[in-house]
């Protein structure tokens, strides 16, 4: 499926509009997101015709529109302020697809609205899922340049809901931003807020449409470059054979001309056979070779279940070493560590720093220590 997810936040609407126009005639999007369309919900239709897909949505606060190929059956299962969330089932190869469209709130309060909801989503998801468009907030803060200094509880909120989504960045080309203030100077500010992502299930399905793809290239290129060979080879043994008879039957001059030319014919189909099957070895490397790319571009490294392995490890330590790692800390130990903290540092951006601890500890100490044994008891 091709899908394309345009943020229209070009000044001149009309001309951004004709652009992807453009694009879609050329490339045949299957499915076309438009994020702040900045037109009245009633020009859509319009728009759909000019485009030239066969069904058009949009969202509640007129932010999200979506047009979509006939082939596709359409529900929609969230119509939000902030996104709209539609099923695509295709209507020949009965392939599911969830698609949620973002034109995520500026304020990170009015966002939570938004996570939550993704989370929902997330709990019971298990088919392709893929999900996109202006989150209004940035992944880290390589990807803004000026402005004020980046938010970190913005940051977390959106790192904690979209790794709790177990969805994973889908990756970009060109410039890492995708928003410009349109200022200069001081005041110029980039930002990337437009992101998509997707889970599991999708990348799964992207490998294998895109071998699919691959193999189809590789069987269209090997037939407009060599044609039924086998076939001609067959045909042009059967004439080669006839040739031979007449120039046995009838030495003449135009006879061994007319049998040099269909063995050369011959040789030369024969040549042909023997580049199809080396570059028939070049296809299924070049195939094993996109498995391999796309299995380490979407898909974590198995880990065996098989822990045989340990047992040619050699122990580093005895029985009475292993017995004094794996006891419980005492209540001094506990304190030691504890004194031993660097009272200016912090275990995160909200956190009590080292002096807080030191300074309270005779009020805190029997629920730190209590706390720290129940970590080493696995709890």
Excluded at 178 to 192: A, Q, V
Aim: hydrophobic letters at 40%; proline letters at 2%.
């Amino acid at each position: 499926m091709d899908v394309i997810i345009w943020n229209v936040r070009s000044v001149n609407k009309m001309q951004a509009f004709q652009r992807l126009i453009t694009m879609h005639r050329k490339h045949h999007f299957e499915f076309i997101g438009i994020l702040e369309p900045m037109q009245l919900s009633h020009k859509m239709e319009r728009y759909r015709a000019r485009i030239g897909l066969a069904q058009a949505v949009v969202n509640v606060s007129n932010k999200i529109w979506a047009f979509i190929d006939e082939n596709f059956e359409v529900t929609i299962l969230y119509n939000m302020t902030q996104q709209l969330t539609l099923r695509l089932m295709h209507t020949e190869t009965h392939v599911e697809l969830i698609l949620t469209l973002f034109y995520a709130k500026c304020d990170r309060i009015e966002r939570i609205e938004l996570w939550d909801t993704l989370y929902a989503m997330a709990s019971d998801m298990t088919v392709p899922w893929l999900v996109g468009g202006d989150f209004n907030v940035i992944w880290e803060e390589e990807e803004k340049y000026g402005g004020l200094p980046v938010s970190l509880l913005e940051v977390d909120d959106f790192r904690h809901y979209i790794n709790t989504c177990n969805l994973t960045d889908l990756g970009f080309k060109g410039s890492i931003f995708t928003l410009w203030n349109g200022r200069s100077e001081e005041d110029c500010i980039f930002k990337r807020l437009d992101k998509c992502f997707g889970n599991n299930e999708l990348q799964q399905t992207f490998i294998r449409l895109e071998l699919k793809k691959l193999k189809q290239v590789l069987s269209t290129r090997s037939r407009a470059t060599y044609g039924d060979i086998f076939q001609k080879i067959a045909s042009l043994e059967e004439v080669v054979l006839v040739h031979e008879r007449q120039f046995e039957v009838n030495p003449t001059q135009m006879n061994r001309q007319r049998l040099k030319q269909v063995q050369a014919e011959m040789i030369k189909y024969i040549a042909l056979e023997e580049e199809f099957w080396r570059q028939k070895d070049e296809d299924h490397l070049i195939a094993e070779e996109a498995i391999k790319f796309y299995k380490d571009q979407f898909t974590e490294t198995a880990v065996p279940n098989d822990f045989d392995i340990l047992n040619h490890v050699p122990s580093m330590v005895d029985n009475d070493q292993h017995e004094r790692l794996m006891a419980l800390p005492s209540n001094e130990e506990v304190k030691r560590a504890v004194m031993g903290l660097n009272g200016d540092s912090a275990g995160g951006p909200d956190g009590f720093t080292g002096a807080f601890y030191q300074t309270c500890w005779e009020i805190i100490e029997e629920d730190v220590v209590r706390m720290v044994k129940a970590f080493f008891c696995s709890q």
